[in-house]
Structure formats: structure tokens, C-alpha cells
């Protein structure tokens, strides 16, 4: 007969978080497809088929919370007195323990979304995830986020498939809307060989955004079979555009060493060479690039635009999002008005300020605004129809150096 003893028993439910970036009030949207609002939504979210998280430590507490939040009991963990350990049988599962929780993270369909969304919350945004309810919203995730009455600033695909139907789906989002970009993942799963044939996923317009990158980094949980979690960059380049319009404005690119820093990066699982991110930048694919001692950085700004046009940059095509929103709203306010020249003369008060403030935020170089009896003649004011024209030289982003050094001798004249 055994001795007398005393067993101690350590349960670690705890999950690291992986640091964070301060707040930014930049809204993001994700259509779900797997069920993640089914696995971690509260009830008024299911009935909806909208969820809005504010923080990483929110999104933390789905996976941890005690109350039953799930959907999926399959994917649920419950704990079970009778052997102490975690069960996914409801029914075994001792009423008023722990309750339901995903002790060993995120599973099933829904992981890689859950990991897309939590990789977008690091950099400070709000993430909107939009899916299927049970009252609202019945249709799918994408139709879900293309009722503007859910105000959104960019969308993202949480992965994207070999066929490009997952990206051109969560393309034709931002292209309906028209108020917001979409930052879509590369095809395939990043290998070399499926560089030469990459092209843009979305529609080709200035709302889509590809991205070329799939980054290894740490599980929130330690010490299982496998400590590594490999998810598309998709999501922090969506992270990337939250930080820039945090500490900037939505007219600077979101790429590069100061603003495009990928966070959380162990390994790419592929970086692509000189060569190959020329290939990637011709087909309007922007790759994210390890540099060793500087880090993982977003290395391209191009949207889906053809190159003739100066909104194939993500800077001048937010530029004129932000425009077409807060002066469309100025406009607004002119309906039901009287077409007079007092009335014309308000608007054109109203908008240049606003546009001085973006020219000396260094967002656009010179503009002009034409609201009078020029555009406004008697046939058009008699149709009842109000006409301004607003003219705009947007700033470039950098994407070309040229640098020369020329050797003189000693006694040569530099002046």
C-alpha cells in the first residue's frame, strides 16, 4: 500500500502575450469564413454577425474567459473534476469549475483567422470581424463588411488560397465601398517557385493592396509539441496602415523602416531575393523583406492601380479616401440649400482650410478649389444639382534612390 503523501499539481492555463503598440482608432475589418464569431462571439455578436474588439487583451480574454462563449463544443475545453484534466464532452464536464475555455489556444477552422486577427490588434487598431449571424447579416462575412453602415477604414484576408478566390472576394469589398483599401495575401504559400507567377488578387483599382510574406512566430502557448505559429503578413500590413494613421496621417505610405516594421517576426519563410522582389514590385505585389540588423519590413506601396496613375501608391490612394469622406460629409450639409452664390461661397470657406492643413501635413502639394457661376450655370442650377470642382497635386512617396559618389583627385576643387 502506498504512503502516505502530499501530490501538488501545477495547472498553467496562462498565455504570453507578445508586446503590443499603444492604441490607434483605425477600423479593420475581416471576413470570417470558419466560424470564428461562432467560437468566440457572445450572443449579441452571433445574432449580429459583427464583432468588435478594441484590444489584444480583449481578444486575449476570448480565449480565457469562464463563461461559455463558444459555439463549437467540439473546439471547447471544459474542465472535468473526474480526472482532472480538460474535456470536450459537455456533458462530463463539472458544472461551476473553470468553465469553457481553449486551454491550448486557439483550434479548429477558425485558428488561422483568430492568429490574423491577433496579429492585426498588436499594432493598436480596432478590429471588425465580420461573419454570419443568426438574425443580422445572414448571407457571408464579405457581404457582412460591405454594409457601410459599419464604418470601416481598411478590410484584410486572414489567408488567401492558390485559386485567388478568397482574395478577390475580400477585394471586391473595398472596391463596393470605395471608403476603405483592402490588404490581401500573396497566393500559395510563399515558396520561391510561385514567385514568377504572381500577379495582383484583388481587382485591379486602387482599394487593393497585395501583399507577398508569411511569417514563422511563437504560439501564445510554450512548451507543446510545436512552439511556432506560420501566418500571411496580410494582417500586420493591415497593422502597418493603423500605426501610420496613429502617428501620422492616412497621406504617408505605411512602408519602409520607420512605419513598415513587421512586429513579432522569428523568420520569414521566404525572403525574397533583389531579383525576386523586382518580379513581386512589376506585378504590383509588395513584398515584405527581411534585412539583417534592421528587421522585417513592408517593402512596397503599390496598389492594384496600373503604374500610369499616381493612385497605384497606397499614400495618394488614402489620401483621396480620406478626402472623398470628410468633404463628402461637408457636402452633405449643402443639400436641401439654396444654389446661390452665399451658399457656394460657404462651401468653398468650409473645404480650404481643411485642405491647408493637409497641404502643410505635407499630404499634397498645391490644390484649388472652383465652386461659383463658372461650374454652376443656370441649366445645371435650374436641375437642381450643386457642382464643385476641387483640384489636387498629392505628394509621392520615395520608392527610387539615386546615389552617385565620384572619385577626385587630391588637388581637385569641390566648390
Known sequence: M????VKVVIDDQSYVIPNTESGSRVRGGMPTTGGLILAVGFTAERKSGVMQIESISDW?????????????????LYWDETFSGFTSNHSSATKGGTGSRYRLGPTGGWKTEWWAAHNYLQYGGVLIVGGTGSEQHTSDGYSTLKDKSIPLDLVFAATGDSSGAIQASVGTIASFRGDCVSVLPDRGNGEEAIIATQSNEGTADEFNVTVFGSKRHLDIVRGTSNDFIVTSCAADVAGCIARTDRDLDPWWSPAGFRRGQILDVVSLIHSPTDAQQD??????????VTFPGEGTVLFGD???KDSSSTLSRINVSRLFIHLKKTIGAAARSKLFEMNDAETRASFVNAVTPFLRNI??????????????ESNNPGALVDANQFNADIFI???????FIRITFTNKNTDDDLG
Do not use: E, W
Not at 502506498?2 to 503523501?5: G, L, Q, S
Not at 502643410?360 to 465652386?371: E, K, L, N
Open 302 to 304: 503599390k496598389t492594384g
Open 2 to 5: 502506498a504512503r502516505a503523501n
Open 279 to 288: 518580379t513581386l514590385y512589376d506585378a504590383k505585389v509588395n513584398p515584405v
Open 60 to 76: 486575449m480574454h476570448r480565449l480565457t474567459a469562464k463563461d461559455p462563449i463558444g459555439g463549437n463544443t467540439h473546439d471547447l
Open 359 to 372: 497641404q502643410a501635413g505635407r499630404g499634397i502639394y498645391d490644390f484649388r478649389v472652383v465652386c461659383d
Open 393 to 399: 497635386k498629392p505628394t509621392k512617396s520615395i520608392n
